[in-house]
């Protein structure tokens, strides 16, 4: 048995148990912690790091999250979790996919999404001559059940935090449900008007798309 925790025992009292720490926000640290386990039961609030003081939370790769928790931080880093219906049983890159198709259509004519080479895009919008954000798709710990974007550039990420917050789409139980994941995002705006101003939007578009899944699977619903 393999037990996740913020802090661990200094001193193993149960042989059975291997005591791992781990930042279950953290994607790579997630990942890592998790490595040999075949099935996985989520304590969730003993995962919170100590940093954040908000209790309810969703693990990224579990089935405990809620439908959507507002971004938190952490040292000024953001973290924010949806959960969504995923009835048609979308692979995850699929789903990626769908969400910057969707997301120009539901802002415009305000908002661009322009695709990158590296399988990615920049979102932009109309009259501001650079993107307000760049996400690099992670091939290396992307699968069929997971596709990982790196927030690499953009006027509204800190210019010292390029490459490690993440945006993630997650397939769980079974690829009925979506979990999207934005993880350590560094916003370059101060952290006052960023919790007022984008971490609402965030949020606002999270819910929407939300919406729009669950009216695509209405569509497709037997009659």
Same mark, same amino acid.
């Given at each position: 048995?393999?037990?996740?925790?913020?802090?661990?025992?200094?001193?193993?009292?149960?042989?059975?148990?291997?005591?791992?720490?781990?930042?279950?926000?953290?994607?790579?640290?997630?990942?890592?912690?998790?490595?040999?386990?075949?099935?996985?039961?989520?304590?969730?609030?003993? %995962?919170?790091?100590?940093? $954040?003081? +908000?209790?309810?939370?969703?693990?990224?790769?579990?089935?405990?999250?809620?439908?959507?928790?507002?971004?938190?931080?952490?040292?000024?880093?953001?973290? @924010?979790?949806?959960?969504?219906?995923?009835?048609? $049983?979308?692979? @995850?890159?699929?789903?990626?996919?769908?969400?910057?198709? !969707?997301?120009? @259509?539901?802002?415009?004519?305000?908002?661009?999404? =322009?695709?990158?080479?590296?399988?990615?895009?920049? =979102?932009?919008?109309?009259?501001?001559? $650079?993107?307000?954000?760049?996400?690099?798709?992670?091939?290396?710990?992307?699968? +069929?059940?997971?596709?990982?974007?790196?927030?690499?550039?953009?006027?509204?990420?800190?210019?010292?935090?390029?490459?490690?917050?993440?945006?993630?789409?997650?397939?769980?139980?079974?690829?009925?449900?979506?979990?999207?994941?934005?993880?350590?995002?560094?916003?370059?705006?101060?952290?006052?008007?960023?919790?007022?101003?984008?971490?609402?939007?965030?949020? !606002?578009? %999270?819910?929407?798309?939300?919406?729009?899944?669950? $009216?695509?699977?209405?569509?497709?619903?037997?009659?």
């Amino acid at each position: 048995m393999i037990a996740l925790g913020r802090s661990v025992p200094t001193t193993n009292t149960r042989p059975a148990v291997d005591f791992r720490r781990c930042d279950l926000y953290d994607v790579e640290q997630a990942a890592n912690a998790l490595e040999g386990a075949t099935a996985a039961v989520y304590l969730v609030h003993s %995962m919170l790091p100590s940093a $954040r003081s +908000e209790p309810s939370a969703g693990a990224p790769l579990g089935s405990t999250a809620p439908a959507a928790s507002k971004p938190r931080s952490t040292a000024n880093r953001a973290v @924010s979790l949806q959960r969504f219906p995923n009835a048609k $049983r979308l692979r @995850s890159r699929q789903l990626a996919e769908l969400y910057f198709e !969707w997301l120009p @259509s539901a802002l415009k004519p305000i908002l661009r999404v =322009i695709p990158l080479a590296d399988g990615g895009c920049a =979102i932009s919008i109309a009259g501001w001559p $650079r993107p307000l954000l760049e996400l690099s798709l992670d091939g290396a710990v992307s699968d +069929e059940d997971r596709t990982v974007y790196r927030i690499s550039g953009g006027d509204l990420v800190a210019p010292t935090s390029l490459g490690k917050g993440t945006l993630e789409f997650r397939t769980v139980l079974g690829g009925s449900e979506l979990i999207a994941l934005v993880s350590d995002f560094e916003p370059r705006l101060p952290w006052f008007i960023y919790s007022w101003t984008q971490a609402i939007l965030h949020l !606002w578009v %999270m819910r929407a798309f939300g919406r729009y899944l669950a $009216r695509c699977d209405e569509r497709r619903a037997p009659q």
